[in-house]
């Protein structure tokens, strides 16, 4: 059975100990992890090391937002994957659209950072996701293809065991506009041809795809009932614990 996930991307939210906080609270307050079930909280870069303590037992982990694609130097302000794995970091999300929009992180970097990720044995969460004119305008399909392409088709088969990929519409991500359960089962049905067709039948049916974009306590259970939709990637909704407890009690 594949991993079913539910991720919380605080982006830039909580003080260290308003994050430590929400985390003992969001731990407390969870049903037992299932064998194949998992939490992951990714909190600002200064909250990781005093939330990695609390978390690696009865699978919840803590992650970084972003990183360096160096693995060392002058690189004033940026953080290494070296540093993250230090500090007790598992994980790494890579394309988020506010870091490809409003930081301007290419394909190519994109590419380096996945690769950085992977090298340092991490595990990869990799974003993609369309515009709503790129959906309207029926680009979707190929904007998604060539984000994958580009960016997570060099990795090889076996470091795809290594790899979650979260698919975040950018119209639903912070508006309160979910795709509905068939657009996303549509493209997440989509994205398992285009990783059978860049790496094969396996890697397309072990790879968990999660969800993101306005994913609430409300709408987690339908979304997350979806055939190839394995738990969601959520903003808003991982800072409140109430509403993330119910998510993470909505994976299958
Ligand atoms: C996100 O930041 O990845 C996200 C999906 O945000 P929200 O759940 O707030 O839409």
Redesign the pocket.
């Known amino acids: 059975m594949r991993k079913k996930i539910a991720a919380g991307?605080w982006?830039m939210n909580t003080t260290p100990n308003e994050g430590k906080e929400l985390v003992k609270n969001i731990m407390a307050g969870s049903p037992e992890l299932k064998v194949h079930q998992e939490v992951y909280f990714f909190p600002p870069f200064t909250h990781l090391a005093a939330i990695a303590e609390v978390t690696g037992k009865q699978n919840f982990y803590t992650g970084a937002q972003n990183c360096s694609q160096h693995e060392k130097g002058a690189y004033t302000g940026e953080i290494s994957t070296n540093m993250l794995k230090a500090i007790g970091a598992g994980h790494v999300?890579i394309g988020?659209?506010?870091r490809r929009s409003i930081f301007g992180e290419s394909h190519e970097i994109l590419k380096e950072k996945s690769s950085a990720v992977i090298a340092a044995g991490l595990t990869l969460v990799f974003?993609c996701g369309e515009t709503l004119e790129e959906r309207e305008s029926e680009q979707h399909y190929k904007i998604i293809d060539r984000q994958i392409k580009e960016s997570l088709s060099h990795v090889t088969k076996d470091d795809m065991k290594k790899v979650v990929i979260?698919y975040?519409p950018v119209w639903?991500?912070?508006?309160?506009k979910?795709a509905s359960p068939e657009q996303a089962q549509d493209m997440h049905g989509y994205i398992r041809t285009l990783l059978k067709s860049y790496f094969d039948e396996t890697v397309a049916s072990q790879t968990s795809i999660l969800y993101?974009?306005?994913?609430?306590a409300a709408n987690a259970k339908e979304l997350f009932s979806q055939a190839d939709i394995d738990g969601?990637?959520?903003?808003?909704?991982?800072l409140k614990p109430e509403e993330f407890i119910a998510i993470i009690q909505a994976l299958p």
């Open positions: 991307n982006k999300i988020h659209s506010e974003c979260a975040e639903a991500i912070g508006t309160g979910t993101g974009g306005s994913v609430n969601g990637l959520v903003g808003g909704a991982s």
